[in-house]
C-alpha cells in the first residue's frame, strides 16, 4: 500500500471574496477544550454550515456543493463572535435578554452573504464576517439537506442521523463522555499488604530428645 493510495487529497481553498450562501447547519457541539495562549479551558460552541451558492467542488470524481463552517463559543457577551457576527447577518442589535433567548438553529434556511479570506499561508479559507443579501436581491437555492441539531436532551436517532465528521467532534466533549460512562464500575483499590510467613519449626525432635528415624525403646 502507498500513502497515496489512501491518503485523501487535500482541497484545494475556496478564493477570497465575498459569496452569497445559505446557512444549512446548526450543530451544537457540545461543551469542547480549547486553548487560548497556554491555557486550556471548556467552552459550549455552536458551528454554523454554509453553501456556496453556485460552487461546487469534485470528491471522487463527482462535484459536490462547496461549503464552509465557522465554529463560535456560545456566550451573551456583547464583544463575543457570536453575537456579532448574527447581528451583522440579521442587521439587528440585540439586548442581552433577547440574545439570551435567540436560538442558532432559527439560522437555517436563511440566505446571507459571507465574507471569506485566507489564512497566512494561504491553505485555508474562512469566513471573515457575515452581511445581509442587498435589497431586491433573491435569495440563493440549496441543494444539501438542512440540520438542526441540540444535544439536549439526547437522541440517539437524531445523532446518527448527523455526518460523520459532526459525530467525531461532539464524541469530543464533555457531555458525551458522561452520557456514555460506562456503567460498571471498577474498584482499583490496592489490596492490603499481607504479613510476611513465618517459618514453621518442627519441635518433635527437641521434645523426644531424638531424630525421628531413631526407635524410642520402652523399659
Request: aromatic share 8%; hydrophobic share 35%; net charge negative.
Amino acid at each position: 500500500m502507498k500513502i497515496k493510495d489512501r491518503a485523501k487529497p487535500k482541497l484545494p481553498p475556496v478564493a477570497p471574496g465575498v459569496y452569497l450562501a445559505v446557512c444549512v447547519h446548526s450543530i451544537d457541539l457540545g461543551e469542547q477544550m480549547c486553548e487560548y495562549k497556554g491555557s486550556k479551558t471548556y467552552n459550549n460552541q455552536v458551528q454554523l454550515v454554509f453553501e456556496l451558492a453556485g460552487e461546487t467542488v469534485e470528491i471522487d470524481g463527482k462535484p459536490e456543493p462547496r461549503t464552509l463552517s465557522r465554529t463560535f463559543n456560545v456566550t451573551r457577551s456583547k464583544n463575543g463572535g457570536l453575537r456579532k457576527f448574527i447581528q451583522s447577518w440579521l442587521g439587528q442589535t440585540f439586548s442581552d435578554d433577547a440574545f439570551s433567548e435567540f436560538d442558532p438553529n432559527s439560522l437555517v434556511g436563511l440566505p446571507v452573504q459571507v465574507s471569506v479570506v485566507l489564512n497566512e499561508s494561504g491553505e485555508y479559507a474562512n469566513i471573515d464576517a457575515a452581511m445581509q443579501l442587498p435589497k431586491g436581491m433573491p435569495a440563493p437555492n440549496h441543494s444539501m439537506p438542512l440540520i438542526r441539531y441540540d444535544m439536549e436532551p439526547w437522541d440517539d436517532a437524531s445523532f446518527n442521523a448527523l455526518p460523520e465528521w459532526a459525530q467525531n467532534k461532539i464524541k469530543k466533549s464533555s457531555q458525551y463522555a458522561k452520557l456514555h460512562a460506562p456503567d460498571t464500575v471498577i474498584d482499583i483499590t490496592p489490596p492490603a499488604p499481607q504479613p510476611a510467613p513465618q517459618p514453621v519449626i518442627d519441635i518433635t525432635d527437641a521434645v523426644l530428645g531424638s531424630s525421628p528415624s531413631q526407635e524410642v525403646v520402652p523399659f
